[in-house]
């Protein structure tokens, strides 16, 4: 199963290094990744493969949503096809 998970925040050093660490220690592959700052502001989205994790989508979320309060950011997970469905365009 893939998903995507979305980061935004006010940009600061060790995002990328905190939510990637523990993606890995759960053994999420993150196939694709796009990050930007925007006057101070980070966003990323990044494409993920939970198929080696033994963490449901479910666990993963609520681990990285907790992270995420830690480091000052919101991390948000959908699963791909949810994600994709919410921005196909008629």
Do not use: P, W, Y
Request: glycine share 6%.
């Amino acid at each position: 199963m893939r998903a995507i998970v979305t980061v935004i925040g006010k940009d600061k050093s060790g995002i990328i290094a905190k939510v990637s660490t523990a993606l890995a220690e759960n053994n999420v592959n993150i196939e694709d990744i796009s990050q930007t700052i925007v006057q101070g502001n980070f966003t990323m989205i990044m494409l993920c493969d939970l198929e080696n994790s033994k963490l449901s989508l479910g666990e993963l979320a609520k681990e990285l949503v907790a992270l995420g309060e830690k480091i000052g950011v919101s991390i948000h997970v959908q699963h791909e096809d949810i994600f994709n469905a919410m921005h196909k365009i008629d």
